[in-house]
């Protein structure tokens, strides 16, 4: 089992070096590497062919979202929707960069209330990536303080990553939980502070909005143009289809990407009734919805190959014999320390189901509590969750703002490592996790 192990790492460190050195797009490096790797470790077609199609179709859902949420955003900005809302947004920050990134992280901490990650990222970035552009601040700044507080939040006892982790322990949400909201009071801090740094950073690069040098940029075919789209006069329907997506995003249990199916559908009927508009505005967003669908079904046979077949155990158990039986009374600590590096390149799932139950059991002898253990596991795994390659909204944080994954992991993941060592430290010394 050992090769499959050693495959495993090398596929996937294969597959962030090409990434983060920009050899190729992740849609076609996330096809090609796993399955010449899985025919190379000796899988048959068939036993590849079962794998491709379990990982595809658990990613098929988020595909189908991808397309129809950025169809249902870029319809609503051509109607002019943001132009106003960015207009106001602008009134009340003025020229200040660091009131906006304040502004971000609050949007972000209530819109990651229900757990989601897809969601999250549709109701904060589109709305605000405009504004960003008219601040002349980069929208990696968004991203990277978007998917920050996303992560933090992440740990609610009804997200995912707290659930699965409550799952493998054989323990309740709400006792983890308990162990990580003190940490979680101290990312949002941190992210704050953070704010006021990459506001300074971007001030340095000559960021601040200048009314003016817009207006010169604008020409007259533009103007013409922007305004042929615009519906001024449905700006409130707008609006209220926009808030009833969030509100059926947030407070209903009907499936995402059904609401932005029928979003769309009602978004185009009234704003742009005939065929022939309704079908230009469907083209003109047509190829990034594709782009991003593209590169979730692809990630689906990294995931499929991967996650599903023997390699994953085999690189769980590498990782186990690697870890020092000294540190047995203190494994969770351990584990915590290096669970944001080993997650750039390990599934979630493989390090909460393979490796978190046998360290739970190692510790438990020495009467650390469960809860303990998977609080300080979600509390390192959390900050960097929507920066992992594996983690399908990844893509579709990058997609809406336009940012390459190898920019994204370069200039967000260090910050993301910060924030998740000062957490744990927080909770280690406060004596809330038990060491």
């Not at 962030?16 to 470790?41: D, E, M, Q, R």
């Not at 968004?142 to 707290?162: D, E, K, S």
């Not at 990407?257 to 003109?284: C, D």
């Amino acid at each position: 089992m050992s090769y499959l192990g050693l495959a495993g790492f090398a596929l996937m460190i294969l597959i962030v070096a090409l990434l983060l050195w920009g050899k190729s797009t992740p849609a076609v490096v996330f096809i090609l590497l796993p399955i010449i790797v899985g025919f190379a470790v000796g899988f048959t077609a068939e036993e590849m062919s079962g794998y491709i199609a379990s990982g595809v179709s658990g990613v098929a859902t988020t595909a189908i979202l991808f397309i129809f949420a950025v169809l249902f955003f870029g319809v609503m900005n051509d109607a002019g929707v943001f132009d106003v809302i960015v207009g106001k947004v602008l009134k009340l920050v003025g020229n200040n960069i660091t009131l906006l990134m304040f502004a971000t992280v609050l949007i972000a901490f209530i819109g990651h209330l229900d757990g989601s990650g897809a969601t999250t990222l549709l109701i904060c970035i589109p709305p605000l990536l405009p504004i960003y552009k008219k601040m002349n601040v980069r929208p990696i700044n968004l991203l990277c303080i978007t998917t920050l507080t996303m992560g933090v939040m992440n740990i609610v006892p009804w997200g995912g990553p707290c659930g699965r982790t409550a799952a493998a322990l054989e323990v309740g949400t709400s006792e983890i939980w308990r162990y990580c909201i003190p940490a979680q009071v101290v990312g949002i801090v941190l992210i704050l502070g953070l704010c006021v740094l990459l506001s300074r950073n971007e001030k340095k690069r000559g960021a601040g909005y200048n009314p003016a040098a817009e207006a010169e940029t604008v020409s007259v075919e533009t103007v013409a143009e922007v305004n042929e789209l615009h519906r001024p006069k449905l700006f409130w329907f707008n609006i209220a289809l926009i808030v009833a997506v969030v509100l059926m995003l947030t407070m209903t249990k009907v499936a995402t990407h059904i609401t932005f199916m029928i979003a769309l559908a009602i978004g185009l009927t009234v704003n742009y009734p005939s065929q022939k508009m309704q079908m230009e505005r469907v083209k003109a967003h047509a190829t990034d919805a594709l782009t991003m669908a593209f590169t979730a079904l692809a990630s689906g046979v990294l995931i499929g190959i991967m996650g599903k077949s023997p390699m994953l155990d085999a690189m769980t158990q590498m990782v186990l014999s690697a870890m020092p039986e000294s540190m047995a009374p203190h494994l969770h600590v351990l584990f915590a320390a290096v669970n944001s590096p080993l997650s750039m390149f390990i599934h979630g799932d493989a390090l909460t189901y393979g490796i978190l139950p046998i360290v739970n059991q190692i510790v438990s002898v020495y009467g650390i509590p469960a809860a303990a253990v998977g609080a300080a596991f979600l509390i390192t795994f959390g900050p960097a969750i929507y920066i992992m390659p594996m983690t399908a909204a990844t893509y579709m944080g990058l997609g809406l703002t336009n940012v390459e994954l190898k920019d994204h992991i370069a200039f967000s993941y260090k910050w993301a490592f910060v924030l998740a060592s000062a957490m744990l430290a927080f909770v280690l010394v406060t004596g809330i996790i038990p060491v």
